[in-house]
């Protein structure tokens, strides 16, 4: 009931709106409220009231996993939760000096200095991923600001420049002032006459001038207007020889041949935005926050080769990886977050709709590596702190340190993170090759100072982990169309979850919303059944 | 020498070549070498050999006034500082619970909860302001991240979507969005065929298409494609819900309407583009750090009455404010910092052409409020953290803490910070009504939250700042092309130094740069006297 007195805070609204109403007049109550554009996540399920001795099986002691067995818990279940590896977390993973990294067909020890570390896996945390940071907040994870777009930060392109890397807020300026030129050329042709009212055009004229930092004749120049934007042949300065002197700017054809657009298109991604975060310390700081509250539930070790269900219950049976030993485990109802390709290849008792969900789910590829460097020379040396340079060399992008800025001692430089047909080329090669490769490739960005000031490395190629064999799920518009809905439809007693499960790929957010959606729907079907 | 075993590191270099071939030579290497480009600090000067017995009396104890204090006395001067304040750092001032702020014509006693500040003056350092970095560094000031691009944070116009602020991301999309499709409607025309070549135009389809996220028909029209930059009407989620849902984009002229290009201008000024940082904590953080070095030698609550020198040496008379004691200090030389404002209504013995630079040096004005509010609303309800929104009421903007993220109690946001004459409408009120008025205001962007989670405020009007009159230097192309060499020449024995002394007026990076080449300049000619 509203107190006529006390106005309903927004979130006793909507927790009466759903009540009455259901989830459509909740979710349009939402919407007005202004919540649900930035996420579907309304604060963690109220589950409760299980029927008592009620368990719930979860396989995999990832994210979404322990998310389902900590929140089922709370309702009132009994959880048990079987998990391959020998540490929970999953893909929210870091990894740190004297860590052992083991990929089919190699193993890798860490050498990176204490407090450093490369996060294999998730690395940052938009504003809007509001489940990751709500259970951030709830499990005491400290997050720290994570830089995403540095203008400071080089791209590169074989084909632009004679191959030399160019400063981000140069071709970014460069970019929008030839454009800016461009269509004022236009409108001052009258060629957009019948497309634009009079006022807009004088309005679109201003805007051209100012946000293109044009001239007085409309042409993007040289000159100190440019500067305040691009930065300077000489910069400002204090007393007689203070005055900056305007660098060249770019030609069209030269800006063009960066394709900066899509830098500048990556940067306005919705997931790419400022403001973001990480974990100070490492992303596996998440993980091991769930791990306290649900680790005493986990079987670790713990392979699952077969999944049934009847009408009673659900088993896994599974070999326990260190002694051998192997055994089934019965419950209520399942949870099943196993990542598509290994549950293909898994004797799983469920639809044919369902398998074919799973295996024509297609996971990306992605490798990571980290360099570690034995100081900071990109900040020292190029006033560049945190952020990304990218090239269309295999490795994609090296990416700098956001963590402890302006530390002394070495420091761990992302110095691959490809997906697609780089992923492959450098997964394809053993771990020293990989760590060789990205230093070549990289060091177009720092050439005096790459190799000489590199000090370890550490890789992981996803598709080589033989827990995943992959990296996430990269849904194609076509295959989501056809399977997605079989593959989340709660069947029998089972039902799946994880970032494959939702429309987060390859996103920690996805996973866990994800879950929450997949133990609602379980909940409600264990009252019901 | 260069040891050709172990070729010299770019510092040594640098050192060798200034030293053999003068600043130009110096310059010009540096430029090669890169480094000029983004700083003409090249680390901090290397005097040495001051005659013994010299001094140097330096008046203000602001940024400026204590680097020259430091590297003099690092030099062999003996150096005294006058400081008018009872604290050292003028301008680099932050304000805490418990302290008192003094205006002309009204005092505020402080409210805030324990760690909670407001920086009156400087906030935030950009990336390439390497002296202020560099000293940071040297004196031990811990600096974090400050947020300064946030796509969540909001932009109001009185004129613009009757009013409703809009999220930057939104308006930023549809502003490149409808510049796309114009431009790419041009191209197709033909319009600008004799201005690009076949190549170019055929790179700039793809550009427009790809940086714009038009369709397929090169439109800008809601879809998915646009979502993935804008946001959702529904964003996505998990399992069986979880397809988002694109929401509308904004037409040309509403787009046009709210000016979004000035905040694009903004933001990618080079002062003003990511990575920025600020000291932890507050940024008087910084000249408590200079303080901890030169204290010694400040004498506070030093009111200079009167400046002069002669063949011999400097004096500057003065009055003790708290004890009414007057005084006259003497030394060989003299670097003066008082601003400009003060200095005219100074008894200043010096010439008439350097007078004439101090009574025509404008001088800008800007207030800022600070608001503490019981909890961080505007992270937990509208998901921003840190940055700015704009308005064009006259507070200008609001500004959210970029310290602390995600913490629990009260916090600080910057009500207003407006130049011009929305300052000037500001620093006519009392402090008081100055904050009722930013309450007033900012409420547009957190019409729930602002003023019922209110809690205390605290202002600083820089024009009524008794000892500056205003906020800093806003040399124009006029007045700089008339005054500013006769400004900053050394003429006798005294040199001025401080932000308006530089290129950099109205920043810190401003006023060390000015100091370290007023402090050169009077070392060379000491040397030479």
Redesign the interface.
Known sequence: MIDSLNPPT?RQLLTMIGKTGG?MAL?QAM?VLGH?????FNGPPKLSGARPGSTVLVLGAGLAGMLAALELTKAGYKVQILEFQNRAGGRNYSVRGGDTITELGSTQQVQFAPGNYLNPGPWRIP??H?TV?HY??ELGVE???F?Q????AFIHRKDAYGGKPQRY?DL??D??GH?AE??S??LN?G??DT???A??KA??FQ?MR??G?LDKSMAYTKGMHV??????????????????IP?DVGT??DT??T?V??Q??FY???VM???M?QPKGGMDHIGKAFAAKVGKLIRYNTKVTKIAQDDKGVSASWVDTKTGATGETHADWMVCTIPAPVLNQMDFQISETKKAAIRALPYGNSVKIGLEMKRRFWET?Y?????HSFTDQPIGLISYP?GN??GDGPAVILGAYPFGIGAYMLAGMTPEKRIAAALDQGQVFHPAEYKSEFRSGATVAWSRMPWILGCCATWTEESREKH??DL??MEGRIVL?GEH????GCWQE?????????IT?LHQRALAA
């Open positions: 927004r989830a979710y919407t649900a554009a930035d996420s579907q504003y809007h509001r940071l951030c907040k997050l720290e600001h830089a777009l540095n203008h400071n807020r970014y300026v970019f929008k454009v461009l269509l050329k236009s042709a060629a957009l497309a634009v009212t006022e807009d309005k679109l805007a100012e946000w930092v500067g305040e934007q691009r930065g300077w042949e000489r910069a400002p300065g204090g007393g007689v020889n203070g005055a900056p660098g069209l054809s063009l041949s394709k657009w899509e500048i298109g306005t991604e919705h935005q400022t403001t975060f040396d006033a560049i702190y945190g952020g956001t800025f302006f997605y809905q989340v439809a979850a499960c939702s429309y987060y996805g996973a866990l919303l994800s879950s929450l959606d997949a729907r």
